[in-house]
């Protein structure tokens, strides 16, 4: 098992490997001294997996209650958030229990905002089965719902006590969900790191899953030690988010996240290039490893569709938006943009003109 250790306002582990779920509850009972443990998860996770973790976790002498909602992003809203703060109530958890999410990115974003607000903040876990909860979404803190005007507009910056990531459950996984954890793999390569992207080039994610996660979790840990709450440089981390936002809002999130985050960063970074804003154009080597994995390079809505969507992300300031600007492969910069000049790019990303 590997470890990797986040100092942030609160420290905590997230321990990769293998064969964790059924040894959870001795990894939980090492950290967190609850009595009773509130597992979240959605309701194909909860086939999989719950048994598994809900054994574990009462041979280590916890009790455990359990709130299952349907599968999707779809889920992610103000309703099902509400419902699952009563059953915390119903339950009688106290701040001296504990909520477990145990699921993808929604699951993960919805129990960490529900950790964060029920009784002003009770300690929470993170159990990642997907590859993108793994490498991106259950280490850091950010937790929120989506609201109608536009994805993850209410949350909070709040860290778990431990993130669990066992790769055995990426097993099970449909190819369009690995494929979606791999766009915000590559997605650190482009950022921070040409050796990482080109070991994504060559080799096969699927064999090398442990060494992939535990990297993709030390690139974030980096980031969000020096800026938690994205004062500055966290927001590098949104690379392709704006415009993949965007697509999600646009399809009805029909369109997962990491297929409009892979094609999110094709359009930055063929916009970004044609509006002169990069030293080397890196849209084509982008897009042949998007394609490797079976990510989509463009997007099915026009600049303007996309660009009125981009309005609502809540990146969004008075005077312009933060854009993330990938420079080459493993360098981007962030750039104060006027609105004319995200047009702009959205315009020239999705165009075939030169
Ligand atoms: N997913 C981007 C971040 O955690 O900052």
Redesign the pocket.
């Known amino acids: 098992m590997e470890k990797v250790l986040v100092k942030t306002e609160k420290s905590y582990e997230c321990l990769i490997g293998r064969g964790l779920l059924k040894k959870c509850g001795s990894l939980i009972k090492e950290t967190v001294s609850a009595k009773t443990i509130a597992i979240v998860t959605d309701d194909l996770v909860d086939r999989l997996y719950s048994q598994t973790v809900e054994v574990s976790l009462k041979q280590q002498g916890f009790e455990t209650v359990k709130y299952v909602f349907k599968n999707g992003e779809a889920s992610k809203n103000i309703s099902v958030f509400s419902e699952m703060l009563e059953f915390m109530a119903q339950s009688r958890l106290t701040r001296g229990d504990c909520i477990l999410a145990l699921g993808g990115g929604v699951v993960g974003d919805m129990a960490g905002f529900c950790a964060a607000t029920y009784l002003r903040g009770v300690p929470y876990i993170q159990l990642p089965t997907t590859l993108l909860a793994m490498v ?2 259950s ?4 937790t929120a719902i989506d609201l109608r005007a536009g994805k993850n507009l209410a949350g909070a910056f709040y860290q778990p006590e431990l993130v669990i990531a066992d790769v055995d459950t990426l097993a099970t996984l449909k190819a369009e969900t690995f494929a979606d954890g791999m766009a ?1 793999t590559i997605k650190y390569g482009v950022l921070f790191d040409r050796e990482f992207f080109d070991f994504l080039k060559e080799n096969d994610a699927s064999g090398e899953l442990e060494k992939i996660v535990k990297r993709c979790i030390e690139f ?1 840990r980096d ?2 030690e020096r800026d938690e709450t ?1 004062k500055g440089e ?2 590098l ?2 690379l392709g ?1 704006t415009i993949g936002h965007a697509i999600e809002k646009c399809s009805s999130y029909t369109v997962t996240h990491g297929s409009a985050v892979a094609a999110g960063m094709c359009i930055i970074a063929k916009g970004a290039y044609r509006c002169g804003l990069c030293e080397e154009n890196i849209y084509d080597e982008l897009v042949s490893i998007l394609k490797k994995y079976g990510l989509p390079t463009e997007s099915t809505f026009t600049s303007e569709q996309l660009f009125d969507m981009a309005l609502s992300d809540k990146k969004m300031k008075s005077d312009g938006i933060t854009l993330v600007i990938p420079e080459k492969i493993g360098r981007c910069r962030l750039l104060k943009a006027e609105l004319s000049l995200l047009k702009d790019i959205i315009e020239k990303g999705t165009g075939n003109e030169d």
């Open positions: 991106d979404s280490v850091g803190g950010k915000e974030k980031t969000v994205e966290r927001a981390l949104n988010h």
